[in-house]
């Protein structure tokens, strides 16, 4: 099946840095999603994108569809403590909207 | 609040009992999934209904696993004989039926720990 791998899987940063992470796939995909989790809460859409090459930002996070549409990535610019939490990507596996979700980046700010 | 809505939040069972779950989606959604997730992993998906059609259900929905819609509106998850590997975060989450659109809203889960 598909599989998602992101890289970091963990990082901590210092606040007021920018942070980047990426999400690779063993296959195409046409449609790529990048969701925040809280501790103890449900994923969250941050960032949707439907074209290679694409670029979109949502405040201070900006995400890109690779053109090769087997990566994408995601960059937080001048992060808070608020950022912190785990970061999925995820792309469509079939019918039905149903998704397939990344291994996670956990994110952690130091203020 | 009109989110999504799980409940418990958390359950913990003895192994072999039967324990259900509910989750109440946004109202006018009739998109709703079930995805499980368990620690340090993304979220699986288990089973998604339309209106109260199950449409798909995953591999990883063994027989001891149930789900229901029966009016369209709030589903149940139920799970029999639970053992120690169905110990997960159990997350529902609900959309709108428009084209392709992937902007689920996901509920707060319910955790369930069988010792």
């Known amino acids: 099946g598909q599989q998602l791998n992101q890289s970091p899987q963990s990082m901590f940063i210092q606040e007021g840095e920018d942070v980047s992470m990426n999400c690779t796939s063993s296959?195409?995909?046409?449609?790529w999603l990048w969701y925040k989790q809280d501790p103890g809460e449900g994923p969250v859409l941050l960032i949707a994108?439907?074209?290679?090459?694409e670029l979109t930002s949502n405040g201070r996070l900006t995400a890109q569809f690779g053109i090769t549409r087997k990566d994408s990535f995601l960059n937080i610019s001048a992060s808070i403590p608020s950022d912190v939490g785990i970061y999925f990507c995820?792309?469509?596996?079939?019918?039905?909207?149903?998704?397939?979700f990344g291994t996670g980046t956990k994110l952690q700010v130091i203020p | 609040d009109t989110g999504v809505s799980q409940d418990p939040r958390h359950k913990i069972t003895k192994r072999g009992q039967n324990v259900t779950f509910r989750c109440d989606p946004i109202?006018?959604?009739?998109?709703l999934y079930w995805y499980r997730q368990t620690l340090g992993q993304g979220p699986e998906f288990l089973t998604y209904?339309?209106?109260?059609?199950?449409?798909?259900k995953s591999r990883l929905l063994s027989d001891r696993f149930s789900a229901e819609r029966p009016k369209g509106s709030f589903s149940t998850l139920e799970i029999q004989r639970t053992e120690q590997g169905d110990s997960a975060m159990y997350l529902c989450?609900?959309?709108?039926?428009?084209?392709?659109?992937?902007?689920?809203?996901f509920g707060s889960g319910t955790r369930l720990t069988v010792v």
């Open positions: 989450a609900s959309s709108l039926l428009l084209g392709s659109n992937y902007g689920y809203t």
């Open positions: 296959s195409i995909f046409n449609t």
């Open positions: 994108l439907y074209k290679a090459g």
């Open positions: 995820a792309g469509p596996s079939g019918g039905y909207q149903k998704v397939t």
């Open positions: 109202s006018e959604h009739n998109r």
């Open positions: 209904f339309q209106n109260e059609a199950q449409l798909e």
